[in-house]
């Protein structure tokens, strides 16, 4: 079983930024990619971007010259850096690990970017 608990969320002007974090703890060893998703009110859930525990990274296209996936193996926390926000990055961030049988999901974060 694995756990993530997401932070970081908030109410941001356009052009503003915000740094999300996602904390694991569990006991499932397979997990090896931590990745961030996005659920905005009508969408479905998108991918944003993804890291592996040996530091390697994946962006969608269209976030990865804005946001940067980074992870502190010792402090068990994967964080989302995102900058230049727009109203369009309004949605629910959800934290979510890939283990080898089951995936995990967080409870997600709320960010709201004012026009």
């Known amino acids: 079983q694995v756990y993530l608990a997401e932070s970081g969320g908030g109410l941001v002007h356009t052009g503003g930024s915000l740094r999300l974090a996602c904390v694991v703890s569990g006991t499932d060893s397979s997990v090896d990619v931590i990745g961030w998703y996005r659920q905005a009110p009508g969408n479905q859930r998108e991918f944003l971007a993804a890291?592996?525990?040996?530091?390697?990274?994946n962006y969608v296209d269209s976030v990865k010259d804005r946001f940067t996936i980074s992870r502190d193996n010792a402090e068990n926390t994967v964080l989302l850096q995102m900058n230049s926000l727009k109203p369009e990055d309004t949605a629910v961030y959800y934290c979510?690990?890939?283990?080898?049988?089951?995936?995990?999901w967080g409870q997600g974060t709320q960010v709201t970017v004012s026009s």
């Open positions: 979510h690990a890939e283990a080898a049988i089951v995936d995990y």
């Open positions: 890291i592996a525990s040996g530091g390697a990274t």
